[in-house]
């Protein structure tokens, strides 16, 4: 799948690689900006706008109406939302649109039509990947989030399906007595881990001095990044000592037998995501299916709000109050 693979025989070939990757962390393209931007003119109908697009063909023509492609109506709150076994997120209410919720929305994923095609086509990838690892209802498609950076509702929880691959992964390494794959897997993700950490400080250093809140805002996606490299490593190892995960005994989260050798990476598809310049957010039950959550930068961050500092003490009462 895809044309990105976060991983090289070369060690320092790797490491560029990776650094490569952090430098470019939530960085899409955005060539058709002015083309967008002049083909919505003045309207603030966001259903118009969207179509139009479309009719000036400057988004494909399945883009209106598609039935795998929903926007995300904005804050997405997770507090109601059930984790069934597995490690996917069960919403109580979910409200979503065939269109983007704002003007803004439109331009940021419609200035880069390649890009999104590509991180979709990842996402797919992804959740058929995991369904090779635990049960999965039927492909829905991908509801896309879009976000300022500023914006206090990016997602901050980890994937809980690729948390408990990773730490069955290297139980497993350990279980088998694989003291060598477990160091080799060690110093790697340690080599991994800075090379990523490197151009991810490249990226954020980048942003203006004024947003420092948005830097942190964005810290928990980071995490996911170096956490999609992390369980990357681990399942090359296990491929390579050929384990054969079996099905735990817990009595309400069985997983069937998985032979590594027969099994598809998951995480190369969730860093190719990233290669994109967007952003994974989860897998989701939605209207009977399994979605993935994808989250775009928001192209319009010069509304970002300048810190305010309040003035502290006590009000002084006018004379004679």
């Known amino acids: 799948m895809g044309d990105f693979i976060p991983t090289r025989p070369d060690p320092a070939e790797e490491a560029v690689a990776l650094r490569s990757l952090g430098a470019g962390f939530l960085a899409p393209a955005r060539d058709a900006e002015a083309a967008v931007r002049a083909a919505i003119g003045g309207t603030k109908n966001r259903a118009a706008a969207w179509e139009r697009l479309s009719t000036r063909g400057l988004t494909p023509n399945d883009w209106v109406e598609h039935p795998e492609r929903r926007f995300v109506v904005e804050p997405m709150s997770a507090q109601k939302d059930r984790v069934a076994p597995g490690g996917v997120r069960v919403p109580i209410r979910l409200a979503t649109f065939a269109h983007p919720p704002s003007i803004e929305g439109a331009v940021t994923l419609a200035s880069d039509v390649e890009g999104v095609r590509k991180a979709e086509a990842y996402a ?3 959740v058929g990947r995991y369904a090779a690892l635990i049960p999965l209802a039927p492909w829905g498609g991908v509801l896309w989030r879009v976000l300022p950076s500023h914006s206090r509702y990016w997602p901050a ?3 809980p399906i690729e948390s408990d691959l990773r730490f069955r992964l290297r139980t497993a390494l350990l279980s088998a007595g694989d003291e060598r794959s477990v160091r080799l897997l060690d110093a790697r993700t340690d080599a991994g881990q800075e ?5 991810l400080a490249d990226r954020f250093r980048a942003l203006d001095a004024r947003w420092v809140q948005a830097r942190y805002g964005l810290f928990g996606v980071a ?3 170096r956490n999609a490299v992390r369980t990357t490593f681990a399942f090359e190892a296990a ?3 050929g384990l054969i995960l079996r099905d735990e005994p817990y009595p309400f989260n069985r997983r069937p037998v998985v032979d590594f050798r027969a099994v598809a990476n998951p995480s190369v598809a969730k860093v190719g995501v990233y290669t994109c310049g967007y952003a994974f957010h989860q897998v989701r039950a939605h209207e009977g299916a ?7 930068p928001s192209i319009d961050d010069r509304a970002m709000p300048r810190a305010t500092v309040r003035p502290s003490g006590r009000r002084r009462r006018p004379a004679g109050g």
Do not use: I, N, Y
């Open 195 to 199: 090379a990523l950490g490197l151009g």
């Open 157 to 159: 929880e980890s994937d």
């Open 239 to 241: 491929q390579t000592a």
């Open 124 to 126: 797919r990838e992804l």
């Open 223 to 225: 995490d996911d990044l």
């Open 290 to 296: 399994t979605w993935a959550v994808l989250v775009a």
